[in-house]
């Protein structure tokens, strides 16, 4: 049996010269049994706030969750890149 769940953490967002902290929004996804199996976190959502909204468009990188997560600003919002 999947269970998700919503969850959120803090992130920090890097590039074009900026540092700025944020809160992300993910989904965790565990699976049922014995042992359970470890977390597995998508469908990450950064959080909008006057700090993430003063940011000017360009290639940034998101550290959160022990991960880094490399995304776009375009026209006010954040967009995955690979």
């Known amino acids: ?8 953490f803090s992130g920090i967002i890097v590039g074009n010269g ?3 902290e944020c809160e992300i929004q993910a989904t965790k996804s565990t699976l049922g049994g014995v042992p359970p199996s470890p977390a597995a976190f998508s469908d990450y ?11 000017p468009d360009g290639d940034y990188e998101v550290l959160a969750n022990g991960e880094r997560i490399k995304v776009l600003r375009k026209g006010g ?3 995955a890149r690979s």
């Open 1 to 8: 049996m999947s269970v998700k769940e919503k969850v959120f």
């Open 18 to 20: 900026q540092r700025v």
């Open 45 to 55: 959502r950064i959080m909008d706030s006057e700090a993430t909204r003063r940011l």
């Open 77 to 79: 919002y954040f967009l």
